[in-house]
């Protein structure tokens, strides 16, 4: 071979490795991307339940006393709770949005309709009538 033909040779050597270089910081990148992407809240929970799992069979099953056993129980319980209380949050805000659309929606429907109650209905004329004697003996026994 001669003295170009090898240079020439080096040289194309050099640019694979560039090329090589770069496309792996851009996989590296989109490695490092889908990594995050991929970590969802269920994926946790799962990988977390798996983790336990495995450390609970590493670990030999007369270590978990009384104690341990109160001890996983109140931290699952806890757990449950504050799930229970973020989806009970989740619902009554999801309610108070349907209730002030339900609100709004009136609203407007009100302002295009007449009153439901007849004006003379509002007005205070109570009837006072004496109490029967059954119901006059029954009030001073009751007190």
Do not use: C
Request: hydrophobic letters at 45%.
């Amino acid at each position: 071979m001669r003295f170009e033909q090898l240079q020439q040779h080096v040289e194309r050597a050099e640019k694979r490795v560039e090329l090589r270089g770069a496309q792996t910081s851009l996989y590296w990148t989109i490695l490092k991307q889908t990594w995050k992407d991929g970590w969802t809240p269920g994926r946790i929970v799962i990988a977390g339940v798996v983790s336990g799992f495995l450390a609970g069979r590493a670990e030999p099953l007369r270590a978990m006393n009384g104690a341990r056993w109160m001890q996983m129980f109140t931290a699952v319980s806890s757990f449950v709770a504050s799930a229970q209380a973020a989806a009970a949050a989740d619902t009554a805000e999801q309610a108070a949005d349907t209730a002030q659309d339900m609100q709004e929606q009136a609203e407007g429907v009100q302002a295009d309709e007449e009153p439901l109650v007849d004006e003379a209905f509002d007005q205070d004329d109570i009837v006072v009538t004496a109490p029967r004697p059954a119901e006059a003996a029954t009030e001073l026994s009751e007190r």
